[in-house]
Nanobody, 117 residues
């Protein structure tokens, strides 16, 4: 198993920036594909970004492409999500995800990001 703890959420005005962190403990971090998902009030959880084992490849939802950047530091067992040019529609609880294919996904408790108009 791996335990995930997100941090860095908060209140920010539209156009501002936040940097989320996800600290992992448990299994070897470098063997997990890492990702970020989010869930807005009254909506289903949606994919935001993912990053491969060594950080060579990244993938983003169209809604955040060009504004968000996912990265990882395997030495620190941490994955990051840099969020720039935030919009009110980015308001959501952001969840860190870890997957060791084909094993079960692991989730953090989430961190709330609120973007005001």
């Amino acid at each position: 198993q791996v335990q995930l703890v997100e941090s860095g959420g908060g209140l920010v005005q539209a156009g501002g920036s936040l940097r989320l962190s996800c600290a992992a403990s448990g299994r070897t971090f470098s063997k997990y594909v890492m990702g970020w998902f989010r869930q807005a009030p009254g909506k289903e959880r949606e994919f935001v970004a993912t990053i491969t084992l060594n950080g060579a490849r990244t993938y983003y939802a169209d809604s955040v492409k060009g504004r968000f950047t996912i990265s990882r530091d395997n030495a620190k067992n941490t994955v990051y999500l840099q969020m720039n040019s935030l919009k009110p529609e980015d308001t959501a609880v952001y969840y860190c995800n870890a997957n060791d294919p084909p094993a079960t996904d692991y989730w953090g408790k989430g961190t709330l990001v609120t973007v005001s108009s």
